[in-house]
């Protein structure tokens, strides 16, 4: 018999009442994930199904921008899909990575080279984000948008310094003298500085290039564009790097002017969800949470021992 000082059947209850709380995660866990895979199926049943007849098709180009698969196939469907008339690219995006506006610039231009394009930049067309609207037939923003910022960067840092003052020494065996180049734990050599403004100036070029083509300016007014600044949306209308001013309202007009394409027709959502893979990993965390608990009493909201209560 346990003795009144015995902590066995307060144990007991506590064991017995944390059950009951896996339990109800366990559950939790188990909808959410039937939610997901639902979503998925949906995800999968409507892209098979028709989309209905002819329409406009608006893809977003939102966030920072990097080598999206899905956003480039979203593209490619625009193009060969005879129901799609025309596009409208809603571009929201402080910029990003330039391989992925790269890659992006050159599945719209196949689009554009099919299909009429319109790029209508919101809050943010910058860098990376004013790149991608280059190959539109007609560029739209509004006077506040920021956009321009056409140029490259490349930063790094370096803590030698930091390192040395707690008595830790860094060592790095390289085949090469610009093998790690930049590195947090050796400073910058002329060597490599000068190795790393190359391949940024060669950057910087490609995008000066496309800004030519795409926007038919002389070279050398790009360049003085194209020192990293941003434009209002009023200024690039001045400087030549947008059209005009206006949303999707002047865009369907300037359609139906210029490309015979009826402001009558729907304009249909084409951007790839992404909620499927939101839940899924919604899913995920809860059982690992689940688990966590269970097996070692831990809650990964606050990340620290949590005892039975």
């Known amino acids: 018999m346990p003795t009144p000082q015995d902590p066995l059947p307060d144990i007991l209850v506590d064991r017995r009442r944390l059950k009951r709380g896996l339990g109800l995660w366990r559950a939790v866990a188990v909808l959410a994930l039937l939610l997901a895979l639902f979503l998925a199926a949906r995800e999968v049943a409507e892209d098979a199904l028709p989309g209905g007849g002819a329409h406009v098709a608006r893809i977003e180009i939102s966030g920072g921008i990097g080598t999206d698969r899905r956003l480039v196939e979203a593209l490619d469907r625009a193009r060969e899909d005879t129901r799609v008339v025309a596009v409208l690219l809603a571009i929201d995006s402080p910029g990003g990575s330039v391989a992925g506006g790269e890659m992006l610039h050159a599945a719209i231009a196949r ?153 009558r027709l729907p304009v249909r959502d084409a951007t790839p969800r992404r909620r499927a893979e939101e839940w899924l990993g919604a899913t995920l965390g809860v059982m690992l949470k689940s688990l966590f608990i269970e097996w070692l009493g831990v809650d990964l909201t606050v990340g620290l021992w949590q005892p039975p209560r």
């Open 111 to 263: 689009l554009a080279e099919r299909k009429p394009v319109v790029a209508l930049l919101g809050g943010t067309a910058a860098s990376a984000g004013y790149m991608v609207a280059l190959p539109a037939h007609r560029i739209l923003a509004r006077e506040a948008t920021v956009t321009g910022s056409i140029g490259v960067i490349l930063q790094t840092g370096e803590a030698s310094e930091l390192l040395r003052m707690v008595g830790i020494r860094a060592e790095s065996i390289a085949s090469g003298r610009l093998k790690g180049q930049p590195s947090l734990v050796a400073p910058l050599t002329d060597e490599a500085r000068a190795a790393l403004r190359a391949v940024v100036e060669d950057l910087h070029a490609q995008f000066v290039a496309m800004v030519v083509a795409a926007r038919r300016l002389p070279e050398e007014r790009v360049r003085q564009l194209a020192d990293g600044g941003v434009l209002t949306g009023r200024q690039a209308v001045s400087a030549g790097l947008v059209d005009s001013i206006g949303g999707e309202r002047e865009a369907r007009a300037w359609l139906a002017a210029e490309r015979g394409v009826s402001d």
